[in-house]
């Protein structure tokens, strides 16, 4: 007997491309490609990303005639909220959906006492690098973003906050980027650059290179391009003091050991006392967190500019470390700013929701898999993921 037809229930596509993710010779591109001067590309690009418009009917200085050719080629479209939650300190948290429907996570969050926070935008869905403590590296690898979700996420963040148009006193609530969401950043660079490229765009969504800061876990090779391209802060997870137990919870330190990351840090184009590269250290009860490992530390980093994040770890199901204890994280930043060096204990914010990176996307997977083997039983097949009706 022949199988079953397969049956697709695709989500309608929209054929048209989104303006949103080219730069600005893209733009200008497209704009030649369909007999229009290259003055109308930056009026364009300004309604883009200056007024975060998005109906091209509302774009005024542009004829009806040309509003009407736009329409036809192009949207402007950011990726749907799938999911949002709003933490009791402030913290919101988003969960993107992308045009084939893969998903990734946005945080904000705000600086305490201040009218002001960072977006932390995700870089890929998922991640390859498998570091033990963290929720996302639970996750395999989907896909790298486009530059296109990269900005997206921020301009979709900004929605809900009203900043647009971008204020000119840069008195804005979404003031930094954090690139510390989901995912390697240094492991799409291409894209990461393109996106933030865009995001620093003076006479567009214009958050300065100051403002901006990349979290890697030591992809040595990627890290003077980032500097030299973007100009970006750097913050480095660096987590552990001996390649030992460097190997034993982030496994890129075998290919990257501490001896070439640290190489790499002094090497960081831009790094001076006024921009010191942040070494962020996740505080794992009785695995890190002695008071030898804070003065092993500060050999480390010897003669660098640097500062330090102490991140007390956020547990999630399943993970195999417990927090340290709040008297050893004091002990371990006492010794850090002893010795002259900035060392906050970064406050938990948003536990309320999820705010481990990773965890709302996988609960967001899980109950889609409860409910898609509901529909499974029940016989009626899933949308977004086509099956042999039988
Ligand atoms: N891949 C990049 C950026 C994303 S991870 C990197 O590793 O730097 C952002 C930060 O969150 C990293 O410092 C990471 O070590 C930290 N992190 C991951 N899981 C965590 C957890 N469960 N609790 C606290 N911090 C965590
Ligand atoms: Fe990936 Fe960073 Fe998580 Fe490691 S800490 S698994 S590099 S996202």
Redesign the pocket.
């Known amino acids: 007997m022949l199988p079953p037809p397969v049956r697709l229930y695709l989500c309608p596509m929209d054929e048209r491309k989104n303006l949103i993710g080219l730069d600005r010779d893209e733009l200008a591109a497209e704009m030649a490609a369909i007999g229009e001067k290259p003055f109308r590309a930056k009026q364009v690009w300004h309604w883009v990303y200056n007024r975060g418009e998005t109906d091209f009917a509302r774009m005024t200085s542009i004829s009806k005639v040309m509003q009407a050719r736009l329409a036809e080629r192009y949207v402007v479209r950011r990726p749907q909220v799938a999911r949002e939650m709003l933490s009791s300190d402030g913290t919101r948290k988003w969960l993107f959906a992308f045009d084939d429907g893969n998903e990734a996570e946005t945080v904000y969050i705000p600086d305490v006492d201040e009218d002001r926070g960072a977006v932390c935008l995700s870089s890929q869905v998922g991640?390859t690098l498998t570091?033990r403590?963290?929720?996302t590296g639970t996750q395999l690898l989907v896909r790298n973003l486009t530059a296109a979700e990269v900005v997206g996420q921020f301009m979709a963040a900004r929605d809900t906050y009203g900043e647009w148009p971008t204020p000119d006193d840069g008195g804005r609530q979404l003031s930094n980027i954090v690139v510390?969401?989901m995912?390697?950043?240094l492991y799409n660079f291409d894209n990461i650059a393109a996106a933030l490229k865009i995001l620093m765009d003076g006479d567009g969504i214009g958050i300065s290179k100051r403002r901006i800061t990349l979290?890697?876990?030591g992809v040595v090779p990627m890290m003077r391009r980032c500097g030299e391209e973007l100009g970006i802060n750097l913050a480095v997870?660096l987590?552990a003091v001996t390649d030992e137990v460097r190997d034993r919870i982030m496994p890129i330190n075998k290919k990257y050991p501490l001896a070439e990351l640290m190489r790499a840090c002094r090497d960081y184009p831009g790094a001076s006392n006024a921009r010191r590269i942040t070494f962020?250290y996740?505080m794992l009860k009785g695995v890190n967190d002695s008071a030898a490992d804070a003065r092993a530390l500060l050999k480390l980093i010897k003669g660098l500019p640097a500062k330090f994040n102490l991140?007390p770890?956020?547990p999630?199901p399943g993970s195999d470390f417990e927090c340290s204890d709040m008297a050893d994280i004091k002990r371990f930043s006492d010794i850090l700013q002893d010795a002259g060096y900035s060392a906050p204990i970064r406050l938990p914010r948003g536990r309320d929701i999820l705010a481990?990176?990773g965890q709302l996307r996988s609960d967001s997977k899980r109950e889609r898999c409860t409910r898609l083997k509901a529909r499974l039983e029940a016989g009626i097949p899933d949308e977004r993921h086509p099956v042999p009706a039988g």
């Open positions: 991640c570091c403590f963290c929720h510390m969401g995912g390697e950043p979290s890697t876990s997870s987590h962020e996740i991140i770890f956020n999630w481990a990176c």
